[in-house]
């Protein structure tokens, strides 16, 4: 099991969002969360990531407990979050963010070969890397947000809302560079709203709903549930 | 590609950065061939000098979100450093003219004054900063604002009690023969703080252009989410950055011991100026806080030279506020707003 979390709570301030979620992710699987609006994705995520300091319960990475630890250790335990503002460096250069995102390889030239396998990955960086990340279009900043995730060579990449914002041509980009990870051997735990498109690309899904895990199971066993094209698919 | 730098060049001189620094350097050309170089000398001896305070009064904005008005106070740790520390090396000196000691010796004075400043800045996060951090954030613009004025008032008064009221000065860290370029005589000690703020200035840009470090320091002003997900400890950054910020000030204050002797408001006047620039500039810009520190000095000297020594204060804001009806960014304010901007 690569990452496991336990009854976890969570929230912000006094107000908690997450009521006992457990779920878990082996490795090379590509597993889902969706769930309306406000279920409470990003802050599933922003706890696993250490941007939140949990309530409650546990998570485990590769059988270690790393509860409680902050963003940056985590960070270098293995786990790279690719949030749904994507926090980019707005005023560095493409090839800088890329660079920062590699701040916790110590080898340059490790560093070097993390940025050919992310150029590669995204042509379209290649052709923009001396430009600064804030004059980028939504999409080229999401292939960034994803490209500098990827530099710190992460045992497992958390994407929250990948195609928030995005035409429908993009999207498609977006999830073809996220399929092309997966066969790299990447771990990836998708958050998405678009829950056909989701269910249809991963193994395996996760259904949140206020707080609280739903329902668990294959991607496309949940694609077909009565219940979920109800609510969700609206069939 | 000669025609494409061109048509760069033109749009640059049009906008406000390029228009301010045509216009600094003509005035700056026609007040020197009017009254003497003397005014260029000051004026880049001072500018030199408040860019040091200024950067790290940038640094403070952008990285810590903190509006330092406690930076003057570091410049005055930094002066009564060099003070106490050369004072017994210039006694050795007097004794002994021809010992290295005569070159090396204010250099150490020099050194000893930013050090100070580093180590009084990590007091001051330990102390201050670091605490309100982690009790609440809410408000923390306002809140740590008035945190470094009382910091300042105390600093102040400390300096007051334990070391006096009285100025602390030397005659000159550098003896010897002035140095003549042209017609123009520039004292040792002038020179030399120029050439220590070019030398500094130099370094701190390059550290924070291209070292892995410094690139974390603009990577946490910028976004510090961001600078969390891909790794960094923002503890450490913020310690490394006060400590930073501080001694740059402390350095002027150093520096300038021969111009400005120690006292407990030394500082009053550089951080005021400082503030300027930094208005003047834009928040956060390192590059736009060392131009528009030249022409800050450059405005100080002129007003000082044509208006009268009381005005020196009065030119520069009004001249400032007119800036910002026109430009709220400041001169070098860019188009792309980072987390400082906010
Ligand atoms: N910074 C915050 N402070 C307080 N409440 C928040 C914050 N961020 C999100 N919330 C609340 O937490 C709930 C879950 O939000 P979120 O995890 O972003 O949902 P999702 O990503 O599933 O749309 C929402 O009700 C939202 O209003
Ligand atoms: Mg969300």
């Not at chain 2, 520390?85 to 070159?103: D, K, R």
């Not at chain 2, 910091?151 to 003549?180: E, R």
Request: charged fraction near 15%.
């Amino acid at each position: 099991m690569l990452l496991e979390v336990k009854n976890l709570d969570a929230g912000y301030g006094y107000l908690q969002i997450l009521r006992s979620v457990s779920l878990n992710i082996d490795k090379g699987e590509y597993v889902g969360i969706v769930g309306p609006n406000g279920a409470g994705k990003s802050t599933t995520m922003k706890t696993i990531a250490g941007l939140i300091p949990p309530m409650g319960g546990s998570i485990l990475f590769n059988g270690e407990d790393i509860t409680g630890l902050v963003t940056s250790q985590i960070t270098k335990k293995g786990i790279s979050f690719v949030s749904e503002e994507m926090n980019l460096f707005v005023n560095m250069s493409v090839r800088e963010n890329l660079l920062m995102g590699a701040y916790i390889i110590k080898d340059k030239k490790v560093r070097n070969d993390r940025l050919d396998f992310v150029f590669d990955l995204f042509p379209r960086l290649t052709e923009r890397k001396d430009q600064l990340a804030g004059t980028m279009s939504g999409g080229e900043r999401k292939m960034l947000a994803i490209g500098r995730g990827m530099m710190s060579d992460p045992k497992l990449l958390l994407v929250d809302e990948p195609s928030f914002g995005l035409a429908p041509q993009l999207t498609a980009n977006v999830f073809e560079s996220l399929d092309v990870l997966i066969k790299t051997g990447v771990t990836i735990m998708l958050v998405e709203q678009n829950v056909t498109k989701t269910l249809s690309v991963t193994d395996r899904g996760y259904i949140l709903e206020n707080g609280k895990i739903g329902m668990e199971g294959a991607s496309c066993d949940l694609a077909d549930d009565p219940y979920v094209r109800k609510v969700f698919l609206g069939v | 590609m000669s025609n494409k730098m061109v048509v760069n060049f033109t749009s640059w001189i049009k906008s406000a950065a390029g228009i301010s620094i045509t216009i600094s350097i003509l005035v700056a050309v026609f007040a020197a061939i009017n009254s003497g170089p003397y005014l260029i000398v000051n004026t880049v001896v001072t500018g030199g000098m408040l860019a040091l305070v200024a950067t790290g009064l940038t640094l403070m904005l952008g990285v810590l979100n903190i509006a330092m008005f406690a930076h003057g106070e570091f410049f005055m740790i930094g002066s009564l450093t060099a003070y106490y520390v050369f004072t017994p090396i210039s006694e050795f000196i007097s004794e002994n003219p021809e010992s290295f000691v005569a070159v090396i010796g204010p250099l150490i004075a020099i050194v000893c004054a930013a050090i100070m400043g580093a180590i009084s800045g990590v007091v001051a996060e330990k102390l201050v900063f670091g605490p309100l951090r982690k009790r609440s954030t809410d408000n923390w613009v306002m809140n740590s604002f008035l945190l470094t004025v009382g910091l300042s008032v105390l600093l102040v008064n400390l300096h007051q009690l334990i070391f006096g009221a009285d100025f602390k000065g030397i005659v000159g860290y550098w003896s010897g023969m002035p140095i003549s370029i042209a017609d123009v005589f520039i004292s040792r000690d002038r020179a030399m703080a120029f050439v220590i703020s070019v030398v500094i200035v130099a370094m701190f840009w390059f550290f924070m252009t291209y070292t892995r470090t410094g690139m974390s320091i603009r990577a946490v002003s910028q976004d510090i989410t961001g600078a969390q997900i891909v790794g960094i400890d923002i503890e450490k950054i913020v310690l490394l950055t006060i400590s930073l910020a501080c001694a740059l000030s402390a350095v002027a204050g150093g520096s300038l011991l021969f111009m400005y002797p120690s006292y407990p408001t030394v500082g009053l006047e550089p951080l005021y100026l400082a503030w300027f620039v930094v208005i003047l500039s834009g928040l956060g810009n390192i590059l736009g806080a060392v131009a528009g520190a030249f022409m800050v000095a450059l405005l100080k000297a002129i007003t000082v030279e044509y208006i009268g020594a009381g005005w020196d204060f009065v030119i520069p804001s009004a001249l400032i506020m007119l800036v910002l009806i026109f430009k709220p960014s400041g001169i070098f304010g860019s188009d792309v707003r980072g987390a400082l901007d906010k």
